[in-house]
């Protein structure tokens, strides 16, 4: 099992719709969530942290998180074709360990 | 506010040929951390220094070296390069203390030819 699991979609949806991103995580002990938005090419830039249960909103984002199912969410709202990047989902336990990514495309 | 910087930008080299990689943090700063990610992939954590001393290492081997300054610039050593080692090398600054958020730089790519 990875330590940290994400869909890599990739996962479409039209524009000023909610995109759903997931992400599972197998260290119980882990702290500190993160979510990470990378265009092609480019870094990561952090976009999104939390840290206790329940949800964090910071404009059109919103984070979830669920440490008894080890899970953790990321909301878009009205998603725009410049949130089309890949998402990345980081955990923190001891040091900082990254899923896979989800591509996500915002269409017209 | 200065971010995180790191250079080269780009560096081609040479199965066997060793390679040096340089990051200064974001101002504030005290922490570095280094990640290779890979085309299609997540960043894979190599190393991480605070206080001039590595103080956590992932899966990689004796081949990745480091070093931090004590002005927290830091360095990624990697020796007998192979193809594989071809990726984007991020390097992360951060604070030891508090929420522990890591900010990137703009990342190197190393091609192994």
Redesign the interface.
């Known amino acids: 099992q990875k330590e940290v699991e994400q869909n890599s979609g990739p996962l479409s949806v039209p524009e000023g719709a909610i995109a759903s991103l997931n992400c599972t995580y197998s260290d119980r002990v882990s702290q500190s969530f993160f979510w990470y938005r990378q265009y092609s090419g480019k870094s990561p830039e952090l976009i999104m942290s939390i840290y206790s249960n329940g949800d964090k909103e910071d404009g059109r984002f919103t984070a979830q998180l669920n440490k008894a199912s080890q899970y953790v969410s990321l909301l878009i709202r009205d998603s725009q074709p410049s949130d089309s990047a890949t998402y990345l989902c980081a955990v923190r336990g001891g040091k900082l360990t990254f899923g896979q990514g989800t591509i996500l495309t915002v269409h017209p | 506010d200065a971010g995180v910087t790191q250079s080269p930008t780009h560096l081609i080299k040479t199965r066997g040929q060793q390679v040096t990689l340089r990051c200064s943090p974001k101002s504030g700063h005290d922490t570095v ?1 280094w ?1 290779q990610q890979a085309l ?6 190599i190393f ?1 220094y605070y206080e001039e001393e590595e103080r ?1 290492r ?1 899966n990689f081997p004796d081949r990745f070296s480091g070093h931090q300054f004590p002005n927290y610039s830091s360095e990624l050593n990697v020796n007998a390069l192979l193809l594989g080692d071809s990726a ?1 090398y ?1 390097c ?1 600054s951060s604070l030891v203390t508090g ?9 190197t790519r190393l091609t192994v030819t």
Request: charged share 5%; aromatic share 18%; hydrophobic share 25%.
């Open positions: 951390s990640y299609g992939q997540g960043p894979q954590f991480q956590q992932g984007l991020l992360a929420a522990h958020e890591q900010y990137f730089g703009p990342g």
